[in-house]
């Protein structure tokens, strides 16, 4: 049987080693400012919404960077709730459909679906990480952007993006601060992944 405690151990051990996931959202940040110029700028929606597709294709790589600059670990082969992160990171590939269909038909609602996608993708991850930080910018971001997209005109648009990225470094401040918290109670733990937990989840 697995207890509460052993799910504990083994979140703090993934908020530790992958330091809440830092890495992703700096990255997404840097994404998203680089979004707003280009809503900034007096093209089409739909034009926008294409070239905001195309810079969204950097954002592993350049989390890939910034998990070498901080050190995170985005394995911890030892802890059985690991691939658990990717699957949820996978999970918001399935709102995409949506997300063409706006880009479609819509162009000028891409913004706030992309940004909604986005903010929404992140509450789980209060769970995994054991950081409440995820679930209440996930409603701040989501809300956020739904707030300002329904009361802005096309040209302001660049406001939706330039919501999301200064949400986004809130965010990094709000689980770099958790993520050391959860490093004290992590290395007050004898065991933080005991092997009978690990059997429970073979």
Known sequence: MVLEKDFTALKLELSVKAKNGV????????????ITVIWMQPNPPGRNALFTLIVGGAMLPLALTFSKIFK???KVKSNPLQPLGLWLNFAQLFYFPF?????????????????????????????FYNVKAYAIMAGVIAF?????????????LYLIPLFVTVSLVVLSLMISV???????????????????AKEQFA
């Open 23 to 34: 890495d992703f959202i700096v990255a997404a940040s840097i994404l998203w400012s680089v």
């Open 72 to 74: 995170t670990n985005w």
């Open 99 to 127: 997300l063409f269909f706006v880009y479609i038909k819509q162009p000028q609602y891409f913004i706030m679906t992309y940004g909604i996608i986005t903010g929404a993708h992140f509450f789980p991850y209060a769970w």
């Open 144 to 156: 956020g952007c739904m707030f300002i997209g329904l009361n802005v005109t096309v040209e302001d």
């Open 178 to 196: 958790s993520y050391q918290k959860n490093k004290v109670l992590y290395s007050g733990l004898a065991a933080p992944v005991n092997q009978p």
